[in-house]
């Protein structure tokens, strides 16, 4: 038998073409078109969304992307970065696709597909497995398989947040900032925000993520009162998960907390929700409440010992 021809797919979020309105535009209406995302009835938030929403957000989110953008929107340039890093690493070919935005999904499956690769592993660059992020990457691959009447083998890493490679990884880059400029009263560890009302229905995206800032924090040998866990970018009136990181950075600062160290382990990338609301909205508030030195951690991005734990982390469902 002869080895399957295989590939590996990476996929994170997405990204507005430009910080211009009418790109960011486009790419919130495919956003937040998806159930997955905004679980409302469908008739109520197609008037919401194009009514209430799509008129106004864009040019304000446009100027918040131009505020980081650099040749190219950050989270594209970076997973771009990882993609040639990691198929150097591995030796077999790896590409990449965005979940909404370019370059989108199916176009690139119907490639490799038609290209000859019987064996493809999906990897979605989201550690923490929500049905508001890797789930709607499933969908994406579940209705591309119904349009083909030949199909390859997938494999879905569906969430890494466990794995020692990233663990390590994660342990390793908090570590090492440290070392370069010293600790700080509090680190924090700042996830993604989901809707509570999801997690009451069963995604358990919160626990995970809860559970993986204790193994970090028990890599990096914290005492309890050395490191917190809060939620960011909630949208809309409903209630997110809690705590959220903007308020307990400003009832941080009033109880005496001086500094903060900052990291988003959620994310693979710097994107919007790192460079703008922590490093410049949520330093904002932690320092006009009284903190005295904030400082954010950076993502993984493309470091060597996150593309090792990457790796790692396909070879182990590669045949």
Same mark, same amino acid.
Not at 34 to 43: L, M, N, Q, S
């Given at each position: 038998?002869?080895?399957?021809?295989?590939?590996?797919?990476?996929? !994170?979020?997405?990204? %507005?073409?430009?910080?211009? /309105?009418?790109?960011?535009?486009?790419? @919130?209406? =495919?956003? $937040?078109?998806? #159930?997955?995302?905004?679980?409302?009835?469908?008739?109520?938030?197609?008037?919401?969304?194009?009514?209430?929403?799509?008129?106004?957000?864009?040019?304000?989110?446009?100027?918040?992307?131009?505020?980081?953008? !650099?040749?190219?929107? %950050?989270?594209?340039?970076? /997973?771009?970065?990882?993609?040639?890093? @990691?198929? =150097?690493? $591995?030796?077999? #070919?790896?590409?990449?696709?965005?979940?909404?935005?370019?370059?989108?999904?199916?176009?690139?499956?119907?490639?490799?597909?038609?290209?000859?690769?019987?064996?493809?592993?999906?990897?979605?660059?989201?550690?923490?497995?929500?049905?508001?992020?890797?789930?709607?990457?499933?969908?994406?691959?579940?209705?591309?398989?119904?349009?083909?009447?030949?199909?390859?083998?997938?494999?879905?890493?569906?969430?890494?947040?466990?794995?020692?490679?990233?663990?390590?990884?994660?342990?390793?880059?908090?570590?090492?900032?440290?070392?370069?400029?010293?600790?700080?009263?509090?680190?924090?560890?700042?996830?993604?925000?989901?809707?509570?009302?999801?997690?009451?229905?069963?995604?358990?995206?919160?626990?995970?993520?809860?559970?993986?800032?204790?193994?970090?924090?028990?890599?990096?040998?914290?005492?309890?009162?050395?490191?917190?866990?809060?939620?960011?970018?909630?949208?809309?009136?409903?209630?997110?998960?809690?705590?959220?990181?903007?308020?307990?950075?400003?009832?941080?600062?009033?109880?005496?907390?001086?500094?903060?160290?900052?990291?988003?382990?959620?994310?693979?990338?710097?994107?919007?929700?790192?460079?703008?609301?922590?490093?410049?909205?949520?330093?904002?508030?932690?320092?006009?409440?009284?903190?005295?030195?904030?400082?954010?951690?950076?993502?993984?991005?493309?470091?060597?010992?996150?593309?090792?734990?990457?790796?790692?982390?396909?070879?182990?469902?590669?045949?």
């Amino acid at each position: 038998m002869t080895a399957p021809k295989t590939a590996i797919v990476l996929i !994170n979020l997405g990204t %507005p073409d430009a910080p211009t /309105t009418g790109a960011v535009r486009a790419y @919130l209406k =495919e956003f $937040l078109s998806d #159930p997955r995302v905004v679980e409302a009835p469908r008739w109520l938030w197609f008037w919401v969304l194009r009514l209430f929403v799509l008129p106004f957000r864009p040019r304000r989110v446009a100027r918040l992307y131009a505020s980081v953008w !650099n040749q190219d929107s %950050p989270i594209r340039e970076i /997973t771009e970065q990882q993609t040639r890093a @990691l198929e =150097e690493r $591995l030796g077999m #070919p790896v590409r990449y696709a965005m979940r909404y935005g370019r370059p989108a999904m199916r176009p690139l499956l119907d490639e490799l597909a038609d290209d000859g690769y019987d064996q493809l592993v999906i990897l979605p660059l989201y550690p923490h497995y929500s049905g508001t992020t890797t789930g709607a990457v499933a969908d994406v691959i579940a209705n591309w398989m119904h349009g083909r009447r030949e199909l390859p083998g997938l494999t879905l890493i569906r969430d890494y947040w466990e794995h020692p490679a990233w663990l390590e990884a994660m342990a390793t880059s908090i570590r090492t900032f440290r070392e370069q400029h010293g600790g700080a009263d509090k680190l924090v560890f700042s996830f993604h925000g989901i809707p509570k009302e999801y997690e009451d229905k069963g995604d358990l995206y919160g626990e995970r993520c809860r559970r993986s800032a204790h193994l970090i924090a028990e890599r990096l040998s914290l005492a309890d009162d050395e490191w917190a866990i809060t939620f960011q970018s909630r949208f809309g009136p409903k209630e997110w998960l809690q705590p959220y990181t903007d308020k307990s950075l400003e009832a941080w600062a009033g109880q005496g907390v001086r500094s903060v160290q900052l990291v988003c382990p959620g994310f693979s990338a710097d994107c919007l929700e790192t460079l703008e609301e922590i490093d410049a909205e949520n330093r904002e508030v932690f320092l006009a409440a009284g903190g005295e030195r904030f400082q954010y951690i950076p993502a993984l991005n493309a470091n060597a010992e996150h593309i090792d734990g990457l790796a790692r982390i396909v070879r182990d469902v590669l045949p």
